[in-house]
């Protein structure tokens, strides 16, 4: 299966959190955590339409304003998704700006924000530039027994909360389907390649019933009018199979309870992002501090059976050692799993 989903590490094994993931043949991006953002040029931030931050430290959540610069002026809805708490965090970000001059400009901004929470729901709130970004209550989100916060399209955002001294979202991106094209058999019926069938797709994707009609073009202009044929006739030129996963995990402590509910996450994923700040000699220091240490994060990533593993957020204390601090991850997930190199290469897909 060719990949859908192509993550980024922003800022290396070291820097601030912050993983750009691309989806193939989607205009928008997803960005988990919201740390440096400065290797994203302006081209990359505005197409960033979902933000998943997991917790409000510093070295996740300070790129915010890089993110929103390029936006003012421009009609834009992102969804931003949090720990408890974060809607006002979000507020408090965007009331340190002065908005007087917001009424002279004609294209809204809008801050659609979830707060995953224990409890029987998830509260939103939208912020709006044209509403002086003061909080709007949008109705709640009943809890999702699998920790789906959103859907977009073909894909889904889950999350759990992990306790790090405060709490810390874990999340999970996953195509609910991967769905391919039989080019050949286009070719054998003379049907064009083309826009259409990203509409294909979708009704395949919806369950459609087969007198379902898509309309065949192959470029948008002639979409208006263009002839149809049923469902019925063409789903055969589309193969389903299960689609892309890709875990992040990252600040919390290892404890039983933290270790269940980030394995159970990160189950069976493609590629997971996880934090190795401490070696594992440092293990009381880093129980101390909330984060994970190289053992704990390949016994997690060993346990979830993921098909590949990129650590990251190693502490500053180990420069120079990243040979080491992979070696120590590589040991602890065990053969089957496909992680970085000692010369620190990511691993390959």
Known sequence: MSPTLHPRLLNGRTGDAGVLVEALHRPGVVLLDCGDLSALSPRHLLRVEIVAVSH????????FDTLLRPLIGRERRLTLVGPAGFAQRVFHRLQAYTWNLAPRIPADLVFDVTEVVQGPSWPRTRLRLHGDFQPEPLPSLPVDPEGTVLRSGVLRLR?????HGTPCLGFALEEEAHLNVWRTRLEERGLPTGPWLAGLKAAVLEGRPDDHPIPIFDRPSPAQGAPAMSLGALRDLVSVTPGQRLAYLTDFSDRPENRAA?????????TLFIEATFAAADAAIALDRGHLTTRAAGEIARAAGVRRVEPFHFSPRYAGQEARLLAELADAAGPGIIVPDQAGSPAEP
């Not at 999350?159 to 306790?163: F, N």
Request: without cysteine; aromatic residues 4%.
């Open 159 to 163: 999350a759990a909360v992990l306790d």
């Open 262 to 270: 980030a394995t159970a996450l990160a189950k069976g994923a493609d």
């Open 56 to 63: 409000a430290h510093m070295d996740h959540w300070a790129g």
